[in-house]
């Protein structure tokens, strides 16, 4: 058992001792390249996003995290890699590309921070660029009561698995200018409105 299965095990004993609640995670392709992408409110989304799914979820993370040698060690051995927000980062994205040629899953956060209110924000269209060069579709995943997680998130865990989106169901209508911005907007739409 590697270091990601061993912490994914004590994660998932500890969140089902507090009432987590996982909905749709028979949406998730069983197989092939996909990527998830989630609201983002708290430190812990990623950790309960990837407990929420059976497949290995590599993350892409702020670069900030991997400033300490041990901790961005520890990330990289769970297959997280970093990303220079608020630019370009072809390094992430050489990254991304790689785990979704692999047949693998990529997470993002496309919010690219955490919202300190809950509420959505706008999304970056570099998913939508990454699922038009991987062809791979995007799963989109709500995780609702990661807020205070261990203080007042007992009974409150849940996640919500969409079904997946393929690139050719994100056709622009005509007119639109920004064609991967629209559809950025499209799957942070569909995220607010996942339900049980």
């Known amino acids: 058992m590697n270091l990601y299965q061993f912490l994914k095990r004590i994660f998932r004993l500890q969140f089902r001792v507090m009432g987590w609640k996982i909905h ?7 197989e092939g390249p996909v ?16 407990c929420s ?4 979820v590599s993350f892409m993370a702020k670069e900030e995290l991997f400033a300490n040698p041990l901790l961005g060690g520890i990330f990289r051995r769970l297959g997280a890699f970093p990303v220079k927000r608020g630019q370009g980062d072809t ?14 899953v990529l997470g993002l ?16 269209p570099g998913m939508i660029l ?11 995943v709500r995780v609702n009561g990661t807020q205070n997680l261990f203080v007042r998130g007992w009974g409150h865990l849940e ?12 056709k ?13 907007d499209q799957i942070m739409k569909t995220i607010v409105e996942l339900k049980a």
């Open 35 to 50: 990527i998830i992408v989630s609201n983002h409110v708290s430190i812990w989304d990623p950790v309960v996003a990837a």
């Open 91 to 104: 390094s992430a994205i050489r990254n991304s590309l790689k785990v979704l040629k692999e047949e693998k």
């Open 130 to 140: 990454l699922m038009e060069k991987s062809q791979a579709p995007i799963v989109p």
């Open 159 to 170: 996640v919500i698995v969409g079904k997946p989106i393929f690139p050719e169901q994100l």
């Open 172 to 184: 622009a209508p005509e007119g639109v200018e920004n064609r991967r911005e629209w559809a950025a």
């Open 53 to 56: 799914v059976p497949r290995d």
């Open 109 to 124: 956060f496309p919010e690219g921070t955490r919202s300190k209110t809950g509420a959505m924000q706008k999304g970056f």
């Open 24 to 30: 749709g995670v028979e949406n998730l392709p069983k």
